[in-house]
C-alpha cells in the first residue's frame, strides 16, 4: 500500500482499499489521483479496465464533504457503466458516509428526486439529467467537479449536444475531469472550450497484445452458428462474451443457445433496467459463462476473468473492434478474439481491417462440424423485419444458419422474401444475388490485404 499512500490518500481509504486487494496503483491512478486532489483540470487518455474510475473517485472522495449539498457530477454513456461507477464511489466511500445518486433512464424517477436531495455525488447519463435539470429536481449551479467518463463513446452515440446542455448549467469555475479511450475531434473540443488549462494524461492499453490471439474463421452461411456451437462446446474456462450488431441476433444467439445445452444470457439496449443488471449480476458472479451482447457490453464495464471474445457479427469499425476484444487478455492473462465470417460479414472485416495494427489470422475451419438445428421465436415470424435486422431467421424447426443477404426480409406463406440490394463496386459485384466477380471471387478481402 505504501505507493498509495504516496499519493497522498487518507488512511481511512487505504484501508478499504487494501480489503479490496488493492495493493499497487495502476499507470493511471498513479498519474491522476494527485492531479485531482489538487483541484486541476484532467485530460485523461484510458483504455477500459486500467483503473479510471478510481484514478478519479479516489480523490473525488477525499475532497467531497458531508453534508454540504451536490458537489460532484459523473456523466457516463450507459446506465451499466452509471451502475459500476456508483458502485465504486458507494464501496469506498464509506468511511465518509457520502450518498451517491444513481440517475439514469429506464428506472422510476420518484426515488431518483428523493435521493437527489441529500447527495454529495451524482452518477448519471446524460438524458436523465438534462431531465431533472429540466424538472428543477437537480441542482447542479454548486458543482466543485464535473467528470465526463467514456466521452469518446458518449460522443459515438450522438450526446454531444447532450454534454454541452449540461455543462452550461454548471460553474464555470469548477474542476472538469475528462476520461476518454480515445482522444477525438469532437473530444478535443469539448476539451479546449470547456477545460481551464487541463493536465494531459494517456497510459498504454491494459490489454497485452502479446497474450491476445486473435483468429478467423470464414464460414459458408449455412453454417455460421453451427460453427459457434461447436467453438462453444470444447471451451472449458474463462467467461465468454458473443457480440451481435443487433438486438435481434442477439436475442436470437442466446436462445438457440440455451435450446442446445449452453447456458447463456442476452444483453441488450432493448432489455428493462432492472432485468440488465440482475444478467450483469450473474454474469459478473459467475452464475453463467456465455454473456451473448451488443456494443453496450463493450465500453467501460469491468468484466474480470473473460477469456473469449466471439465476434458473430463483425463490427463495422476497427475502432468498435478493438473496443470489443479489449475485454480479453487483460492483466496479464492469456485470451482470444475470434471472429466469424460469413459472406455478409466481408464489407465490415475490411473496414476492421483498415487498422494496419491488426494482426488477424485466418484459421482452417475444424473437420466434423456438426449442424444444428436453429427456430426462431413466433414473435419475430410475425413482424415486418426492419432493414439490416433479423436477416435469416428461418422457420422452426428449418436448419440453418442466422445469415440471409442484405436488405428487407419478411415472410410470405411460410418462406422469405429477400429484396437484395447490392451496390456495384469496381467489379466486386455484378448484380443482385451473384457474389464476388474478378479477383475477388470466394474472398472475403478481395486482394487489399494479405494476412498470416
Do not use: W
Not at 469548477?174 to 480515445?182: H, I, M, V
Not at 444478467?279 to 451482447?293: A, D, G, P, R, S
Request: charged fraction near 30%.
Amino acid at each position: 500500500m505504501e505507493n498509495f499512500r504516496k499519493l497522498g490518500l487518507s488512511e481511512q481509504l487505504l484501508k478499504l482499499m487494501q480489503q479490496s486487494n488493492l495493493t499497487e496503483p495502476s499507470e493511471i491512478q498513479e498519474k491522476a489521483i494527485p492531479l485531482v486532489m489538487q483541484g486541476k483540470d484532467v485530460l485523461g487518455g484510458s483504455a477500459t479496465g486500467s483503473g479510471k474510475t478510481l484514478a478519479f473517485g479516489a480523490g473525488i472522495i477525499e475532497k467531497t464533504e458531508k453534508g454540504k449539498g451536490l458537489q460532484v457530477l459523473v456523466i457516463t454513456p450507459t446506465r451499466e457503466l452509471a451502475e459500476q461507477v456508483g458502485g465504486v464511489f458507494k464501496k469506498f466511500s464509506a468511511y465518509k458516509g457520502l450518498s451517491i445518486s444513481l440517475v439514469y433512464g429506464g428506472m422510476d424517477i420518484n426515488p431518483q428526486i428523493k435521493s437527489l436531495q441529500k447527495s454529495e455525488i451524482c452518477v448519471g447519463t446524460p438524458g436523465r439529467i438534462l431531465d431533472h435539470i429540466e424538472r428543477k429536481t437537480i441542482n447542479i449551479s454548486h458543482l466543485k467537479t464535473l467528470v465526463i467518463d467514456e466521452a469518446d463513446k458518449m460522443f459515438d452515440m450522438g450526446f454531444i449536444k447532450d454534454i454541452e446542455k449540461i455543462i452550461n448549467n454548471s460553474p464555470k469555475n469548477r474542476q472538469t475531469l475528462l476520461f476518454s479511450a480515445t482522444l477525438s475531434d469532437e473530444v478535443m473540443h469539448i476539451a479546449k472550450k470547456h477545460m481551464s488549462n487541463p493536465e494531459n494524461i494517456s497510459v498504454e492499453s491494459y490489454v497485452d497484445p502479446e497474450k491476445l490471439k486473435q483468429i478467423y474463421y470464414n464460414v459458408p452461411k449455412n453454417i455460421k452458428f453451427s460453427l459457434l456451437v461447436h467453438l462453444l462446446k470444447k471451451e472449458t474456462s474463462g467467461l465468454i462474451m458473443i457480440f451481435c450488431n443487433t438486438r435481434r441476433n442477439t436475442d436470437f444467439v442466446a436462445d438457440n443457445l440455451r435450446d442446445l445445452g449452453i447456458e447463456a444470457v442476452a444483453i441488450h439496449g432493448g432489455l428493462v433496467q432492472e432485468k440488465r443488471n440482475k444478467i450483469m449480476q450473474k454474469f459478473h458472479e459467475k452464475k453463467t459463462y456465455v454473456l451473448v451482447c451488443t456494443d453496450i457490453a463493450a465500453r467501460g464495464l469491468d468484466i474480470k476473468g473473460v477469456s473469449h471474445v466471439y465476434n458473430y457479427d463483425i463490427p463495422k469499425t476497427s475502432k468498435e473492434y478493438i473496443h470489443r476484444i479489449g475485454r480479453t487478455a487483460r492483466a496479464g492473462k492469456e485470451g482470444i478474439a475470434v471472429n466469424i465470417l460469413a459472406e455478409r460479414d466481408y464489407e465490415n472485416f475490411r473496414n476492421v481491417l483498415r487498422d494496419e495494427s491488426l494482426e488477424i489470422k485466418r484459421t482452417e475451419l475444424p473437420e466434423n462440424i456438426k449442424r444444428v438445428g436453429i427456430k426462431i421465436d413466433d414473435k419475430f415470424s410475425s413482424q415486418r423485419r426492419r432493414p439490416n435486422e433479423g436477416r435469416g431467421y428461418e422457420k422452426r424447426g428449418s436448419y440453418g444458419d442466422n445469415s440471409r443477404g442484405k436488405g428487407d426480409s419478411e415472410r410470405r406463406g411460410g418462406n422469405f422474401r429477400v429484396r437484395r440490394n447490392i451496390r456495384q463496386r469496381s467489379g466486386n459485384y455484378r448484380s443482385a444475388g451473384q457474389r464476388f466477380s474478378g479477383r475477388s471471387q470466394g474472398k472475403p478481402f478481395g486482394g487489399r490485404r494479405r494476412f498470416k
